[in-house]
T-cell receptor
Framework: AQKVTQAQTEISVVEKEDVTLDCVYETRDTTYYLFWYKQPPSGELVFLIRRNSFDEQNEISGRYSWNFQKSTSSFNFTITASQVVDSAVYFCALSEGETSGSRLTFGEGTQLTVNP | EPEVTQTPSHQVTQMGQEVILRCVPISNHLYFYWYRQILGQKVEFLVSFYNNEISEKSEIFDDQFSVERPDGSNFTLKIRSTKLEDSAMYFC??????????????FGPGTRLLVL
């Protein structure tokens, strides 16, 4: 069965600090996708990134970067020079596709608070 | 930019009452989902829907739940006899083609359901 673990329940940083959110996943499939979603205080789920299991290249988008390592089953998310607006709950999610359709399995989420 | 919409944003109901949560998926999307998030917890998959039938459902989606696409635009979740533990945020999501089951799911803003 698929599982996503976000061991960091809460992280608090001061503005302009870099912060890394950890995500570890379990799957028996060889083909799968990983996602990060942001949930701001208003409650909606905002898609940030999707990465497939065959592409281990790191990705950078502005202040955001993602480090995917199959060897450790991790898909970590780094925010550089954090801002107050980054305060939100961040969810990592897994979709196996082959064995469990396209359902997303979410981690428990990490509450990030960026203080001014 | 197209987005998933949900109504109502909030609903309060008495235990045992029926509720219908409504969603309008993105217009060219073919696959629809319901997820729920109990306050402070992770997002959980309920059901996926394609071609006017359920594709997959979780163990949470028991006989008190049903889904329907009553017309070309709406997608509904009905809870027949609400229980206190149904209190949660309910998210609708949609995505494009079946050929790639890992296509990104885009989420609506959610309906917060409170059962008293």
């Amino acid at each position: 069965a698929q599982k996503v673990t976000q061991a960091q329940t809460e992280i608090s940083v001061v503005e302009k600090e870099d912060v890394t959110l950890d995500c570890v996943y379990e799957t028996r499939d060889t083909t799968y996708y990983l996602f990060w979603y942001k949930q701001p205080p208003s409650g909606e789920l905002v898609f940030l990134i999707r990465r497939n299991s065959f592409d281990e290249q790191n990705e950078i988008s502005g202040r955001y970067s993602w480090n995917f390592q199959k060897s450790t089953s991790s898909f970590n998310f780094t925010i550089t020079a954090s801002q107050v607006v980054d305060s939100a709950v961040y969810f990592c999610a897994l979709s196996e596709g082959e064995t469990s359709g396209s359902r997303l399995t979410f981690g428990e989420g990490t509450q990030l608070t960026v203080n001014p | 930019e197209p987005e998933v919409t949900q109504t109502p944003s909030h609903q309060v109901t008495q235990m045992g009452q029926e509720v219908i949560l409504r969603c309008v998926p993105i217009s060219n999307h073919l696959y629809f989902y319901w997820y729920r998030q109990i306050l402070g917890q992770k997002v959980e998959f309920l059901v996926s829907f394609y071609n006017n039938e359920i594709s997959e459902k979780s163990e949470i989606f028991d006989d008190q739940f049903s889904v329907e696409r009553p017309d070309g635009s709406n997608f509904t979740l009905k809870i027949r006899s609400t229980k206190l533990e149904d209190s949660a945020m309910y998210f609708c999501a949609s995505r494009t083609a079946w050929d790639s089951p890992w296509e990104t799911q885009y989420f609506g803003p959610g309906t917060r359901l409170l059962v008293l």
